[in-house]
C-alpha cells in the first residue's frame, strides 16, 4: 500500500503546493539564525556572570546574593533548552522538505520545492515559535539578573538598574506580542 498518498493527499486544502515551500523553507532559516543568535547570547552570559564579579556596586546591602545568581543560571538554560527546541524543530521541517522532494527534483532550485502535509508544517512552525517565545521570555529575565548581579538589587531601588530593566520589560514584551500575532495570523490564515 503506498503511505505516500495518505502522508500527503492530493486535496488542494491539505497539501501544500511544490512551489509554495520554497518560502517556508527561507522562513525556517531565518528562525533557525535567529535562535542561533540567541543561543550564543546565552551561552556569553553563562561564561560573563558570576555573583560579586565585577559588579560596579558599592552598597553591599545591593549586591545580588546567590538566589539571583541560581536564577540566572536556571533562565539561562531554560532560555538555551527553549532555543533548541525551536530549532530542531525548524531543522527537522527543513530537512522534511528537503528530502521528501530530493526524490523527484530534476535540479537543485526544486529541492525546495516540496509537496508537504500543510498541518503538519502548520503545526511544526507553531512549535517552533512557541519554543522561541519561551526561550525570549527567559532570556529576557536571565537578563534581568544579570543587570542586578552587576548593577544592584531591584528591591534595593538601584537607579541604573532601574532604568535598565524598565526599557528591557517594555520592549521584548511588546516585540514578542507582535510576533505571537503575525504567527497566529499566519497559523489561522
Known amino acids: 500500500m503506498d503511505t505516500r498518498s495518505e502522508e500527503f493527499p492530493d486535496d488542494p486544502t491539505s497539501a501544500l503546493s511544490e512551489g509554495s515551500t520554497n518560502i517556508h523553507v527561507s522562513a525556517l532559516d531565518g528562525l533557525i539564525n535567529v ?38 543560571l536556571t533562565f539561562q538554560v531554560v532560555s538555551f533548552s527553549s532555543f533548541l527546541f525551536s530549532s530542531l524543530v525548524a531543522q527537522g521541517l527543513k530537512q522534511a522538505i528537503v528530502l521528501i522532494n530530493s526524490k523527484n527534483s530534476k535540479t537543485l532550485r526544486d529541492v525546495f520545492k516540496a509537496p508537504i502535509n500543510k498541518h503538519f508544517l502548520r503545526i511544526g512552525m507553531l512549535l517552533s515559535a512557541c519554543g522561541s517565545v519561551f526561550g525570549c521570555i527567559f532570556l529576557m529575565l536571565a537578563l534581568m539578573d544579570v543587570i542586578q548581579i552587576k548593577l544592584g538589587t531591584l528591591s534595593c531601588g538601584s537607579i541604573w538598574s532601574i532604568r535598565a530593566v524598565v526599557p528591557l520589560f517594555m520592549l521584548v514584551p511588546t516585540a514578542l506580542l507582535i510576533y505571537i500575532y503575525i504567527v497566529l495570523y499566519a497559523f489561522f490564515h
Open 35 to 72: 535562535n542561533s543568535l540567541f543561543t550564543l547570547a546565552v551561552f556569553v552570559g553563562l561564561t560573563i556572570t558570576a555573583p560579586g564579579s565585577a559588579t560596579l556596586v558599592d552598597d553591599n546591602a545591593c549586591i545580588a546574593g546567590e538566589d539571583i545568581a541560581r536564577n540566572l
